[in-house]
């Protein structure tokens, strides 16, 4: 597929607008569910530090040093 212009490239024999929104649609909801997985696996990540921070508690370990410890294997 030619194109005589960059114009015409962007106009599309008149689909353009149809074909560049689509792109744009497409693209922000990639990058919005990239963001959105990223803070989800944060907030996870943060309740299982505390998850194991209660465990470790209820069994009579100490808390900072297992928190540590689960921070250094996965860090956020």
């Given at each position: 597929m030619?194109?005589?212009s960059l114009q015409a490239?962007?106009?599309m024999e008149g689909h353009g607008p149809y074909?560049?929104?689509c792109y744009g649609v497409f693209l922000a909801g990639l990058v919005g569910l990239?963001?959105?997985s990223r803070h989800r696996r944060k907030v996870v990540i943060?309740?299982?530090q505390r998850q194991l921070a209660?465990?470790?508690q209820d069994q009579g370990e100490s808390t900072p040093a297992?928190?540590?410890t689960f921070s250094r294997i996965h860090p956020s």
């Amino acid at each position: 597929m030619a194109f005589d212009s960059l114009q015409a490239f962007w106009l599309m024999e008149g689909h353009g607008p149809y074909v560049w929104t689509c792109y744009g649609v497409f693209l922000a909801g990639l990058v919005g569910l990239a963001l959105w997985s990223r803070h989800r696996r944060k907030v996870v990540i943060r309740e299982q530090q505390r998850q194991l921070a209660r465990d470790r508690q209820d069994q009579g370990e100490s808390t900072p040093a297992a928190a540590a410890t689960f921070s250094r294997i996965h860090p956020s």
